[in-house]
Every structure is written in C-alpha cells, then in structure tokens.
C-alpha cells in the first residue's frame, strides 16, 4: 500500500529540520574545540566592543574562513546553516504543494519565503 503525500511530505521536512539541526551543531562544536585550542586564555578589554571581523560578516567571507579551518568561520557556518534549516523548510514546502497543485498554499507560501528573504538582507532588498 502507498504512503499518502501528507505523510510523505512531513517525514522529508523531519528529515530535512533534523539534519539542518544536527549538522549546524556538529559544525558549532567543531568550530569551538577548534576555537579553544588555538585561543587558550584570550585576554578582553570589556571596556572596547569589538564586533566581528569584517571577513566573517558576510557568507563568502564565513565560507572561506570556515574552508581554512578556523574556529570563528566555524562557528559562524553553523550559525548559518542553523538559520538556512527553516528557510529551506518554507522552500521545501513550496515544491510540495507544487506537487500537490494545492495553489493558494503555493502563493501563501511564496509570500512567506519572501518575506523570510527580505528579512534576510535586512529590509533593503
């Protein structure tokens, strides 16, 4: 007997959440011990804020840094790979209910992955 596509489609976003999950905390982790272990004792001024270094603000950037093995580019690729997990969720379900031909879902959806987007690059487009 054939699975029904409702239960089919929520066993894929299962999958597709819990591997965006553990795969951003395995990547955290990795990028900690790596983080530790080059930084033993660093000392902070807790009077200047030092915000990120420039090359880990945008993704090329974390991406490359993150390729070099370095502990920040790491944890900031999980970071990433933690906020892309329910994006990619909104888009998976857009191709469902493609599949589906359910229309109104697939506009309502595509509304949401916008705005996820929008809100993405920070309102400017």
Do not use: C
């Not at 009077?47 to 993150?66: K, N």
């Not at 990433?80 to 969720?89: D, F, G």
């Amino acid at each position: 007997m054939k699975e029904p596509i409702d239960r089919r489609v929520d066993k894929i976003m299962g999958v597709l959440l819990r591997t965006g999950v553990v795969l951003s905390a395995m990547f955290v982790l990795a990028g900690g011990i790596v983080y530790l272990a080059r930084h033993q004792m660093p000392v902070t001024n807790d009077r200047v804020f030092q915000g990120e270094p420039a090359e880990l603000r945008t993704a090329p950037g974390i991406l490359h840094e993150a390729l070099a093995l370095r502990g920040r580019g790491l944890i900031q690729l999980g970071l990433l790979i933690l906020i892309a997990t329910p994006i990619a969720r909104v888009a998976f379900s857009v191709l469902a209910f493609l599949y589906q031909r359910d229309w109104t879902y697939v506009v309502v959806t595509l509304v949401v992955l916008g705005l996820l987007f929008y809100s993405l690059l920070g309102g400017h487009g």
